[in-house]
Structures are given as structure tokens and as C-alpha cells.
């Protein structure tokens, strides 16, 4: 099938596979000459067939997912994530949480009801559509709040406050060793860090920051959610050096 002046699509379904819809970007300025489907059609960011984002169904909880916002591939990875993730966080009524490179908020959100109104949680996220997505996904959870903005050493100096748990989810290139450094300072509150990496290279160097500060790795899972091929999706926790958590 042809897609004249289209340059890329993006294919996304729902937990409902009758919920489809196309992301398209156009070459340019030139209007894209697209055959009509029957599912929503995105075009440059503008919905041209509802609908205009997919819903996905996790641990209990509806996510909307906007085009270009992104989200696991593998059907079951949001789920065994989030289930890895949880485990590690443990009980945490009445904690505070911060959510780093939140996305949507897939961990956000369970992580709000799990803190309950006496906790909180702070999501930061640098995409601004992917911001409006985690604020409507958490939208029945007042004690969550959502930062637009990049994770640099100065809003973690600035904006986590004491936080009892961090969990981290960066992109392939991970972290950087400046903002491992920054959270590795919040190691006196922290009573632990959950760094969820789908590189394992970017993760060791990341990692390192923590283990020559003193930080102990207490778990690490590995997800084969990309199947057939070298990529492995890691989930680690991590607690400060005795005498300094929380």
C-alpha cells in the first residue's frame, strides 16, 4: 500500500485491538495522500479520523496513550514492568515518590493509590504530550503531580524535596553519570532507587555512580520483552549506604 508525502507512521492499538489508530508524518508541508482505513488517522499531530489516542488497560488502571507518546511494544512488558516495579517499591503507604521520566505514567499512577492521600507522587517528564496523558491517566489521584521539564541535577537539587523512593525509567541512552551524582546526594531520605533500563550498557555506567558512593544493588530482574533479538529490559533496586536511608 501506498502513502504518498508520508515520511513515517506509527501503528498503535489498545488493549482492544479494535481500538487502532495511525500516527502519520508528512514530507514537509505537502499533504499527505492517505487511504481511508477505518481506524483513527493522526496526521502531524492533528487527528484527522477519531479517534486520536488508544487506551491501554494495566494493573487495573486506563492509560491514554496520544500519538508519539511513547509506550512498551511488547503486549505484556507494561504489565511485567509495573509488577517488578511494585514489588520493589513495597509497602508504601504514606511515602513520598518520585516517578523520573514518567511518560504516560504507568508507574505513576498504581504508585499514587499505593501511597494513598497521606503520600505523594511527583512524575516528571520532559514531553509535553505525554505530560497531558499522565495528567489525565492520574487524574482521580490528587496526590499526584506531574513536572513538565528534563531530568537535570538542577530540578533534582531543586524539586524532589525528601522523596522515600525514586524510580527511574530513562531512555536507551539512560541517565547520565551528573544526574546519578544528583541522586546519589538524596541517599539520607531515600530508603530506595528502582532504576528500570532497556540498555544494559547505559545501566552499568549509571549504576557505577551509585556502587563507588556505597549504594547496594538488593534486586535485579531481566525481561526478554524484545524478543529474538540482543535488546533485554533490566529492573534493579538499589539502597543507600547503611546508616543514610530513611
Not at 508524518?25 to 479520523?49: E, F, I, N
Request: net charge neutral; with cysteine; proline share 7%.
Amino acid at each position: 500500500m501506498l502513502w504518498p508525502g508520508a515520511t513515517e507512521l506509527e501503528v498503535v492499538t489498545g488493549t482492544d485491538p479494535a481500538e487502532t489508530m495511525i500516527a502519520v508524518t508528512p514530507r514537509g508541508r505537502s499533504a499527505a495522500r492517505l487511504p481511508d482505513l477505518g481506524t483513527g488517522m493522526v496526521v502531524g499531530g492533528k487527528v484527522r479520523h477519531p479517534p486520536g489516542s488508544v487506551h491501554a488497560v494495566v494493573g487495573g488502571h486506563t492509560y491514554r496513550i496520544s500519538p508519539g507518546v511513547f509506550w512498551q511494544v511488547h503486549a505484556g512488558a507494561a504489565a511485567a514492568l509495573l509488577s517488578a516495579v511494585l514489588d520493589l517499591a513495597g509497602r508504601c503507604a504514606g511515602l513520598s515518590v518520585v516517578d523520573l521520566y514518567a511518560g504516560a505514567g504507568l508507574f505513576s499512577v498504581p504508585l499514587a493509590d499505593a501511597v494513598g492521600r497521606s503520600g505523594s507522587v511527583l512524575a516528571v517528564e520532559r514531553d509535553r504530550r505525554a505530560c497531558a496523558d499522565a495528567r489525565h491517566n492520574g487524574s482521580t489521584f490528587p496526590n499526584l503531580r506531574v513536572l513538565e521539564g528534563d531530568v537535570t541535577p538542577a530540578v533534582l537539587d531543586s524539586a524532589l524535596g525528601r522523596p522515600d523512593i525514586v524510580v527511574l525509567d530513562p531512555a536507551r541512552e539512560g541517565a547520565g553519570t551528573a544526574v546519578m551524582r544528583a541522586l546519589a546526594a538524596h541517599a539520607p531520605t531515600l530508603r530506595t532507587l528502582i532504576y528500570v533500563s532497556c540498555d544494559p550498557s547505559s545501566f552499568g555506567r549509571d549504576v557505577r555512580v551509585l556502587l563507588d558512593e556505597g549504594w547496594r544493588v538488593t534486586a535485579l530482574r531481566a525481561f526478554d520483552i524484545f524478543p529474538m533479538t540482543e535488546h533485554v529490559e533490566l529492573v534493579a533496586g538499589l539502597a543507600p549506604p547503611r546508616g543514610t536511608g530513611s
